[in-house]
């Protein structure tokens, strides 16, 4: 049974929330502009993926968290790895293109 030492006050929660946020927040300024970083050479492919999936993790956690409502930030972050490493519609397209001038010949 539960004693009323036992159970968190609801400072407690709110220290250990705020702990929590303040940390996303540190984590998410460590992470910088992964577009940037990508375009100028600095991090490959992976990295890449990592740090963008990081990113909407974090952002979207701390935005959870300013609503009122708590995630689990290495469930979400799996979700966002998966989201990351799929194409954007620019490089999709960019590969259409490609494979059209290819196919079809680009000196038409």
């Known amino acids: ?5 036992d159970t968190p006050r609801p400072n407690e929660l709110q220290d250990g929330t705020m702990a929590e946020v303040n940390a996303l927040r540190d984590l ?4 910088g502009d992964p577009d940037a970083a990508h375009d100028a050479g600095v991090i490959d492919d992976d990295e890449y993926a990592e740090r963008k999936a990081r990113k909407l993790a974090y952002t979207a956690a701390l935005a959870a ?25 620019t490089e999709q397209n960019t590969a259409n293109i490609d494979y059209l001038l290819m196919t079809v010949g680009g000196d038409q």
Do not use: H, K, N
């Open 1 to 5: 049974m539960d004693t009323e030492e």
């Open 28 to 31: 998410l300024s460590q992470i």
């Open 65 to 89: 968290y300013d609503g009122g409502e708590t995630l689990d930030v290495s469930a979400l972050l799996d979700q966002m790895r998966e989201q990351a490493s799929q194409p954007t519609q």
